[in-house]
């Protein structure tokens, strides 16, 4: 049988298997792209049924497929659409890429420069990074108070301005914001990461054009470098750093700096750089309480064409606690879900949609799955862990082996171990069974959800 051939077989066979809307949300589109030694490549629409089809029903579909072919095969899933063609999947596959975290897939620059459309010459995305869709807290208050006075006069207050602080707290948003709104004020700017800004350095050095390099960088207004830890170590970028910063700042021209640590805690920079960089203020970027978590996905969600009700928002604030670009992650996962779903929103799907993101931030232990799926089939400990066959227990002693699997570390044979010292491969087994019984039965569905969000609201902050 040819590829194509056995993998319409699969389809045929999963659509008997799973149920309607299942199938039509998750596997209707799926193409096969490629078939080698390498495996079965199978081509989706979107990052989100990837994502879904990665970690939900890969097993079921691989174990249909193995049922049809004559030698096994392994199955991966791209990103695919019809312009880009079956060769190439396409590059945009990540979730976590910029042009769906923004939510602003479509809006491309209008003034877009050669090679990446996105950027303009001056480095500034046109990603909507700006002052006016920044929400202010305690956390970034003074960051933003300074980024706003230097983006109104740059070069006369805060110079340079050195934003720090952690991942995915606002330092890059505002960067662009003060770039954007100098722009908008007529100033020459460019902003640019330290990775870039190296880059360059050595191109020009190889091309042996510095004086180029240097009529790009030391004749700007406003020079915007992000990610300034990365130039640690590296020796001439320091170097040339340090002559571009002096010429720009004794010229009262505006450097702008992030970083994710102070310059005391860079400890390769050289320290003619650590003092100008302390020169003018520093201010870190703390994370975000929960009011500003919630009023950052309150103004995410006013772009949106779908309704989130308030307390769903709730729920994302409170378990995503520590980074605003995981936050804004889960809510257009979130929205993603429900507009696979017809528009609507639940707690089901929440649980779904979030699913990995709380199992990643709270970790639980196999004695507290045990001990929830006890309590939601409301039988006791000792008899979940201990000899009886009957169904009234043995169903539950296998929702309690998949969900060891699936929610904690645990090993098949340290799974056994909690259940009574049951053989590893009886726990393969159970595992199996229930993985498999949850693509197509949504009563077992339920009963997942509901045990795995009991677990996760038990679990401490
Ligand atoms: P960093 O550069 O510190 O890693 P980013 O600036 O890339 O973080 O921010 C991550 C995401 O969170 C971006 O999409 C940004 O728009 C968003 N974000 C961060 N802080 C805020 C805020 N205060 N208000 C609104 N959105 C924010
Ligand atoms: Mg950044």
Excluded at 14 to 30: G, P, V
Excluded at 47 to 70: G, M, S
Excluded at 261 to 288: H, N
Aim: hydrophobic residues 40%; proline residues 4%.
């Amino acid at each position: 049988m040819s590829p194509e051939s056995a993998w319409k077989a699969t389809l045929g066979e999963l659509e008997l298997q799973m149920t309607k809307a299942t199938f039509n949300t998750w596997l209707r589109d799926a193409r096969l792209i490629s078939a080698d030694a390498g495996g079965y490549v199978v081509g989706v629409r979107n990052a989100y049924a990837k994502d879904w089809l990665q970690n939900r029903l890969k097993e079921t579909i691989l174990r249909t497929l193995n049922a049809i072919v004559t030698e096994p095969v392994d199955l991966s899933f791209v990103v695919w659409s019809e312009h880009n063609g079956a060769a190439s999947p396409s590059p945009n596959g990540d979730a976590s890429g910029p042009s769906t975290t923004n939510g602003h897939k479509h809006s491309f620059s209008s003034r877009p420069a050669a090679g990446n459309p996105l950027l303009d010459e001056d480095g500034l995305r046109n990603n909507g990074y700006r002052f006016s869709t920044f929400i202010v807290g305690p956390s970034n208050r003074l960051a933003h108070a300074a980024a706003l006075s230097v983006g109104e006069n740059p070069g006369q207050t805060y110079n340079p301005l050195f934003i720090y602080g952690g991942v995915g707290l606002g330092k890059t948003h505002l960067l662009h914001a003060v770039g954007h709104k100098c722009r908008d004020s007529g100033y020459r700017v460019l902003y640019t990461s330290s990775e870039t800004f190296t880059n360059d350095l050595i191109q020009s050095i190889r091309s042996r054009d510095m004086a180029q390099f240097r009529e790009k960088y030391r004749s700007l207004d406003v020079l915007l470098i992000d990610d300034i830890q990365f130039i640690a170590g590296k020796e001439s970028t320091q170097e040339e750093l340090f002559h571009t910063f002096n010429e720009l700042h004794s010229n009262g021209k505006q450097v702008v700096l992030s970083s994710d640590r102070p310059p005391k805690a860079m400890v390769t920079l050289e320290e003619r750089l650590q003092s100008r960089f302390e020169w003018g203020l520093m201010a870190d970027i703390q994370q975000p309480d929960v009011e500003t978590r919630m009023a950052i996905l309150e103004a995410k969600l006013e772009h949106s064409q779908v309704y989130v009700p308030r307390h769903v928002l709730e729920t994302i604030a409170r378990n995503v606690r520590n980074n605003i670009r995981e936050l804004e992650g889960a809510l257009n996962k979130v929205i993603a879900y429900a507009e696979l779903n017809g528009g609507s929103v639940d707690d089901q799907l929440v649980t779904m949609a979030l699913a990995d993101l709380l199992h990643y931030t709270e970790k639980v232990t196999v004695s507290q799955v045990l001990a929830a799926v006890a309590n939601h089939y409301r039988i006791t400990l000792d008899a979940l862990t201990g000899s009886s066959r009957s169904r009234a227990v043995a169903f539950p002693r296998q929702m309690a082996m998949y969900l060891a699997r699936t929610e904690t570390d645990a090993s098949f044979p340290q799974i056994g171990g909690y259940l009574g010292n049951r053989d590893h491969t009886t726990v393969l087994y159970g595992y199996e069974k229930i993985a498999g019984i949850i693509e197509t039965d949504a009563n077992v569905r339920r009963d997942v959800l509901k045990i795995k969000s009991s677990l996760y609201e038990t679990v401490p902050a």
